[in-house]
């Protein structure tokens, strides 16, 4: 029971506040969204402090560029938007050595039975951070995010071969590893 | 079971949709930091602390200015405003040119009614039989000794307001009981029953005014509200029976949790994500959890009324905030192409609780002035206000506390100390236990009652 319960505002009303620099309301703001976001975060980093300081870095921009705000567009894809570019600008060194690798160098990898489904998310969000950071990345915007690989291309400056090349690499690599999770799980039960 | 291309992305789609880690405190501390502005969001019990010290303040305002405003002799007055039947009675002085003044001047000075003789006063007279004391003739009162209300048709000493005299006459015997001769007081028989109602009071009234009357000091120096104002040399017992008090308590508090089911990694999270298991190249290791208590505060407002002598009861309203963290540390291997790495995932969970509680108690002290003692213990209904600390999910830790109660009862107890500087104020320390009589979450996970020790400070106001 909350007694002393500050009012909730509509986003609008959140935005209008924030935009005046008004502190309640952004830290309202950060409470409603900062959850989320810090999930997304995770996904793009490989430990809790570096997803931290994205996230950190991230609202500062949030709160610094509210003004840019369109009313009518959805203030979460916003603020995600701005925590998945906070995040690929860390990791901008390692989109560098993608330029080499093309979509002909992809092959098909011997696919194998596994049942992801039983995952949860903190699960699969292990799997996740052990991506290679370039994979990681390009996981997350395709699988997760819903970009195309022509956007992914644009976002991250390389050749939409290079991102297909390495989805494709990803998602071998988690459908490893979980598999041999669980093998693991299968010979500890026998 | 091979899963499609679209099913293997669309469960990362569904499985991310709705998942929610929460930030450490740090995060927003470090937004807001950067923000470059003051965070004006203010710990609620910041501003409940500004508002119990400013009211500390001005009650100890109260309680020291108090005593310098109040006239000492009022309660004197009002505690003897039953005149003895006997008793004698002081009214003034009586003037050379007053006929009746002349007859009393010899006897004693009473008021004047209109048979020249208050039947009291002459009762007294007679009852008192005190020495008499020879003086040195004193300098004839003239009317331009007298202030303004005892001269012209209004002063009742040139006989012109009798009735005045005699009301006057009635309130003065009520302030100082004292037979008086002309010049000097007459000491009342110590072997005369009305003497044996005289207090020290009288006795010390009777030697200033004696002082007075040697050294010819204007008529107006017995101005009966002068007289009234002679200090009281007798402490007084309050006989007050209510009172209102306010104060402030720091407190020692602990959370008191304790594992209700065995299978839980500990004794604060529920599960741990996939336990020991490995699961990829990632192994989750060993948990380690630490308590980090805080110290809390606490302002409350009691209401009591004695019971007896040393009895009373109480309630109130006392507002408390309590506070602590939970540190979980938890180490995690990854191994990556033959390289091993160590993290450690540190999940900070910080708790802050406030209740507004009603409280029923019994005490038992002493009354007396000066220093007391005090000691109380009963039962509170506290209905929360806040609690930051709920179920959740950290890296790989999730905390089911199931729900806060929003009432539960707790029991408490105090001894302490008082000091009663005047019959309406008086302030206390005390130390005081309490404890809650339910676990405060509920959940079949685990159990908290938490208790906590105080030290209290406050100011008791008696009406």
């Not at chain 2, 009211?55 to 003895?84: C, H, R």
């Amino acid at each position: 029971m909350q007694l002393f319960k500050q009012p909730t505002y509509n986003e609008d009303k959140l935005v209008a506040l924030c935009t005046s620099g008004d502190r309640k309301a952004q830290r309202q703001l950060y409470e409603r969204f900062s959850k989320k976001m810090f999930v997304v975060a995770m996904r793009y980093s490989k430990t809790t402090f570096e997803a931290e300081d994205i996230l950190q870095e991230a609202f500062v921009k949030v709160f610094q560029n509210i003004a840019e705000f369109k009313a009518g567009s959805t203030l979460e894809y916003w603020v995600k938007r701005i925590v998945i570019n906070t995040s690929l600008k860390q990791n901008r060194k390692f989109f560098d050595k993608m330029h080499m690798d093309d979509v002909s160098v992809m092959r098909d990898e011997p696919s194998e039975e596994f049942t992801f489904t039983a995952y949860n998310f903190q699960e699969l969000l292990a799997f996740i951070q052990q991506l290679p950071a370039g994979y990681q990345a390009i996981f997350n915007l395709y699988a997760i995010e819903g970009f195309k690989h022509h956007e992914i291309a644009e976002m991250l400056s390389i050749s939409e071969g290079t991102s297909k090349s390495q989805y494709a690499r990803a998602k071998v690599l988690l459908q490893k590893m979980i598999a041999k999770d669980e093998d693991k799980v299968y010979e500890r039960q026998r | 079971m091979k899963d499609s291309d679209k099913s293997f992305e669309d469960h990362f789609k569904d499985v991310f949709a709705e998942a929610e880690l929460t930030p450490l405190p740090k995060v927003w501390q470090g937004v807001a930091s950067q923000l470059g502005e003051d965070d004006t969001v203010r710990p609620l019990y910041i501003r409940w602390g500004k508002m119990a010290v400013a009211a500390m303040l001005l009650i100890g305002s109260l309680v020291y200015l108090a005593p310098k405003f109040t006239n000492p002799s009022t309660d004197t007055v009002k505690q003897n405003a039953t005149p003895k039947e006997n008793t004698p009675t002081l009214n003034t002085l009586p003037t050379e040119d007053s006929a009746l003044g002349e007859q009393q001047s010899a006897k004693t000075l009473g008021p004047v009614t209109d048979n020249g003789l208050n039947p009291e006063t002459v009762q007294s007279t007679e009852a008192t039989k005190g020495p008499k004391v020879d003086v040195p003739s004193r300098r004839p009162a003239r009317t331009d000794d007298l202030p303004k209300e005892f001269n012209g048709e209004k002063g009742y000493r040139n006989g012109m307001d009798k009735k005045r005299a005699g009301q006057t006459g009635a309130k003065i015997a009520g302030a100082v009981p004292a037979p008086l001769v002309q010049g000097e007081p007459v000491l009342p028989n110590p072997q005369a029953t009305d003497a044996q109602t005289a207090s020290p009071l009288l006795l010390a009234e009777v030697r200033r005014l004696s002082v007075d009357l040697k050294n010819t000091f204007p008529l107006a120096s017995l101005n009966p509200q002068k007289v009234t104002l002679a200090q009281p040399t007798v402490k007084e017992v309050p006989t007050h029976q209510w009172w209102i008090g306010a104060g402030a308590t720091y407190n020692a508090y602990r959370p008191n949790f304790s594992s209700i089911n065995s299978t839980v990694p500990s004794v604060y999270a529920t599960s741990l994500r996939a336990g020991d298991a490995s699961f990829g190249n990632t192994k989750l290791g060993e948990l380690n959890q630490q308590l980090i208590a805080g110290s809390t505060v606490g302002f409350g407002l009691d209401f009591g009324r004695k019971l007896g002598k040393h009895w009373s009861v109480s309630t109130g309203l006392i507002y408390t905030v309590n506070q602590f963290q939970v540190s979980t540390v938890i180490t995690q291997t990854i191994s990556n192409n033959a390289v091993s790495r160590t993290n450690l995932i540190d999940n900070t969970l910080t708790s802050r609780t406030s209740y507004v509680s009603v409280p029923l108690r019994v005490w038992v002290g002493s009354s007396r002035p000066g220093l007391n003692y005090r000691a109380s213990a009963g039962l509170l209904g506290n209905v929360l206000v806040q609690n930051s600390l709920t179920s959740q999910e950290q890296v790989f830790v999730s905390y089911d506390l199931g729900t806060y109660r929003p009432f539960h009862f707790s029991a408490m107890g105090s001894a302490g100390l008082g000091y009663t500087f005047s019959p309406k104020w008086g302030i206390y320390t005390d130390v005081n236990y309490n404890r809650a009589l339910q676990s405060v979450y509920r959940t079949d996970k685990l159990g908290a009652t938490p208790h906590w020790i105080g030290l209290s400070f406050g100011a008791l106001y008696h009406f």
